[in-house]
């Protein structure tokens, strides 16, 4: 705040009459005074105008909902601090484990307000170092898994249109890995799709790289995951959200609150051990069953469902995930389905849920009762919380499709649960040291008693909001997808007549093809037609003799 002292007595005429003293100051100080003023008016201004944008990348407070009272800062009642600084969470029953996020405050995007997308694009940083964890209970069954910062699930990655993103990735796990961005485009950046062995080469255990790349002319809910091997099944995982201006503009009113839903399946071995019991001589689609199942990272399981003389060690200290929401309030659900091999049926007893969203394609609301999910795909749906009559809360479901298992699995239950829980429940949960005072008993949506067999949403009803005309293909390139049994009996999956076989560690495609036509020796390595090109490797890699609109025809004739 600009400040001006009294003018001293040389720029003062002092008088003194009849006891009475007056100050007369001079033109000049008048004239100081005011410059003053007016200065200090245009610095405050200017940093009332320039302030939103030195906090472009943190979150923009808006108003907390008028709830009153103990709701009316539900989230951060949730959870306390055990008075040596580390958080503990009130409504999971328990102390959280020093492995386990804390999803109830990570993925409730709105916890500090709505974000603000309307701020220039910024530079968002993060640190991630993977590492393997022992002693992990993600289903009351002890596993060792591999797991970002210690945590599990992995930190939500948040961002803007248009913002750049860095992952300074350090692998202090005893295989290789690479962080893949499922679903980003990567236009110009595929160097940065983190595929293995496909856009780059694996990174070592020890060592490090960093991920740039920016988020341009897409938005939407996605997801990271390993992309070695069978890794991400063992907790390399995470959400990723990008806002836009545009959808805010158009979606924004609709709803209150969003948060994330993170779904998965849970495999008690170890993937990669699974992996190549599956890889094996007269093993025909024999995909291995799951174990359980997680919503947010967490489910309730059964030690009873264990054979007695197995050689899992189980803690009856597993619990249902319980998600906290205000009444009255309608919420953004970003559903992520982050499993290995199920496709989940999802939905919450005596709530419609209305899709806006399609793996990052913004839609027209369109109400439904369940919502089917297969591997890596993503839907927002909108749900508003006005079923209060029920004061259990209610269960959130994500069914296991088990009509495509080749068996049975007598330690799965596939039926997912989590607690919607409305305030009033999470005040007496709370107020019973974490343990909800009772479990739901709302029943499930007519869809899913076992009378409807085929969930599959028909997406000829979902209109986009933002709908792009498809150009003129230039070319058309069939695929054939298919599974089918080859050398020594193994069944691998194939496009045409092609499968992906794995080369070195310090090996990619994208860098092989970019050393050759560097080299000048193209043509060398692929055949001239771009329908079945392959290399002498087997790898089959189709080209184009310039940039150009494909038309890529795929036939999947895997029988399931």
């Known amino acids: 705040m600009s400040s001006y002292d009294r003018l001293d007595g040389r720029t003062q005429n002092v008088f003194v009459k009849d006891d009475e003293i007056r100050v007369l100051e001079s033109r000049y100080g008048r004239t100081r005074n005011m410059l003053a003023v007016v200065s200090g008016i245009v610095i405050c201004v200017i940093i009332i105008i320039l302030l939103p944008y030195f906090f472009a990348a943190s979150y923009v407070k808006y108003d907390e909902p008028n709830v009153g009272g103990l709701y009316s800062n539900l989230y951060d009642m949730i959870t306390s601090d055990d008075g040596a600084g580390a958080p503990n969470s009130t409504i999971y029953g328990a102390a959280i484990q020093s492995w386990q996020l804390d999803t109830s405050r990570e993925y409730h995007l709105s916890r500090f307000g709505k974000w603000n997308s309307d701020v220039p694009p910024t530079t968002r940083e993060y640190n991630f170092t993977i590492s393997e964890v022992e002693d992990t209970y993600p289903a009351g069954v002890k596993k060792t898994m591999t797991l970002i910062n210690g945590k599990f699930p992995g930190p939500l990655i948040q961002a803007n249109e248009g913002d750049r993103i860095i992952i300074n990735f350090l692998n202090n796990a005893s295989t290789s890995s690479a962080l893949h961005f499922h679903g980003l485009h990567q236009n110009g950046t595929n160097y940065m799709d983190g595929a293995e062995g496909i856009t780059q080469c694996g990174i070592a255990p020890g060592k490090s790289f960093t991920y740039n790349f920016t988020l341009d002319n897409i938005w939407g809910t996605y997801w990271y995951h390993s992309h070695y091997s069978t890794q991400y099944l063992e907790g390399v995982f995470g959400p990723v959200v990008i806002h836009s201006k545009k959808e805010d503009e158009k979606y924004k009113d609709l709803y209150d609150e969003e948060m994330v839903i993170l779904l998965s399946d849970l495999y008690f071995e170890n993937s990669y051990d699974l992996i190549q019991s599956y890889i094996a001589p007269d093993v025909e689609n024999a995909e291995p069953i799951p174990d359980s199942g997680l919503i947010q990272g967490k489910n309730y399981f059964d030690c ?24 009255d309030k309608t919420y953004r659900l970003r559903i992520i389905s982050a499993g290995g091999f199920s496709e989940f049926d999802f939905s919450i007893d005596n709530h419609i849920l209305q899709v806006v969203e399609a793996d990052g394609v913004n839609t027209e609301p369109l109400p439904i009762e369940a919502l089917r999910l297969a591997n890596a795909q993503r839907y927002s749906v909108l749900v508003t919380m006005n079923q209060t009559s029920v004061s259990a809360g209610h269960w959130l479901r994500a069914s296991m499709n088990t009509h495509c298992y080749d068996g049975e699995n007598p330690h799965l239950d596939p039926e997912l649960r989590a607690i919607l829980s409305y305030p009033e429940m999470t005040r007496l949960t709370i107020a019973n040291d974490g343990v909800p005072p009772s479990l739901p ?103 184009i003799d310039k940039p150009m609109v494909v038309d890529l025809l795929i036939n999947n004739y895997d029988d399931g």
């Open 304 to 327: 009873t469902r264990l054979e007695p003389s197995g050689n899992y060690s189980c803690k009856n200290t597993s619990d249902y995930a319980i998600i906290p929401v205000l009444e």
């Open 441 to 543: 008993e709302t029943p499930k949506s007519h869809q899913l008693d076992g009378t409807v067999k085929c969930l599959e949403l028909n997406e000829t009803l979902l209109i986009p909001s933002f709908p792009l005309v498809a150009p003129e293909p230039d070319t058309l390139i069939h695929l054939d997808a298919s599974f089918m049994i080859g050398a020594h009996q193994i069944s691998l999956g194939y496009f045409n007549s092609s499968t992906y076989k794995k080369h070195a560690s310090n090996y990619s495609t994208l860098n092989e093809i970019y050393n050759s036509i560097d080299r000048g020796q193209i043509s060398q390595i692929f055949s001239d037609s771009s329908v079945t090109p392959e290399w002498a490797n087997g790898d089959m890699v189709v080209t």
